[in-house]
């Protein structure tokens, strides 16, 4: 099925740094969401984008959805260590019925 | 904020044995879904529901099978389970939100599950 590359795979920032990560895909997507995984929980919503060229923001995160629709990034401005944890990019297909997930970037957060 | 549950969030069980585990939703949504998450990995979808009465399953091959006699309730069985089935076990619901369509899901804090 169509595949989610979301990069990098890990971080490990200075608590303050900004992040970004991303994801791509050959496919087109209709919407865009990023979630935040805690160990041990489920994923928690962060934002979700639906439509091309989209720039959202929820606090210090701020994402776009590609203008091509294959592509997505999340950047979060002065990192501090709670936002340590998994974050996920999923796409919706054209169908709004098949959600594909990435493989997820592990964030670090050094005080 | 979504309201969705899961019981047990941990069970570990003997080989064999037969275990169901809980997924309820007071959103009212109509869609329903299980994923299955290695500690840290990617989700992969094992069924998923548009409504009551309806199942099917998801990319991955599971051995378990899903249940959706009312709305609001969706549990997964494994008729005898076996130590490849652990892992955490994730419960997502999508729909009508504040009279708006919304197909993002929402998800539960899901249930850890070991199989010695």
């Known amino acids: 099925g169509q595949q989610l590359n979301q990069s990098p795979q890990s971080m490990f920032i200075q608590e303050g740094e900004d992040v970004s990560m991303n994801c791509t895909s050959s496919s087109i997507f209709n919407t865009w969401l990023w979630y935040k995984q805690d160990p041990g929980e489920g994923p928690v919503l962060l934002i979700a984008l639906y439509k091309a060229g989209e720039l959202t923001s929820n606090g210090r995160l701020t994402a776009q959805f590609g203008i091509t629709r294959k592509d997505s990034f999340l950047n979060i401005s002065a990192s501090i260590p709670s936002d340590v944890g998994i974050y996920f990019c999923a796409g919706l297909l054209y169908n709004n019925n098949d959600m594909r997930f990435g493989a997820g970037t592990r964030l670090t957060v050094k005080p | 904020e979504a309201d969705i549950y899961q019981t047990p969030r941990y069970l570990v069980i003997g080989t064999g044995k037969k275990i169901t585990l809980e997924c309820s939703q007071t959103m009212g949504h109509d869609k329903m879904y299980w994923y299955q998450q290695d500690p840290g990995m990617e989700l992969h979808l094992i069924h998923y529901s548009y409504g009551v009465n309806s199942t099917e399953k998801g990319d991955l091959s599971s051995e378990s099978t899903v249940s959706r006699i009312r709305t609001e309730h969706f549990p997964l069985t494994l008729e005898s389970a076996r130590p490849s089935h652990t892992s955490q076990y994730l419960c997502?619901?999508?729909?009508?939100?504040?009279?708006?369509?919304?197909?993002?899901?929402?998800f539960g804090p899901g249930t850890r599950l070991t199989v010695l």
């Open positions: 997502a619901s999508s729909g009508f939100i504040a009279g708006a369509y919304h197909n993002e899901q929402f």
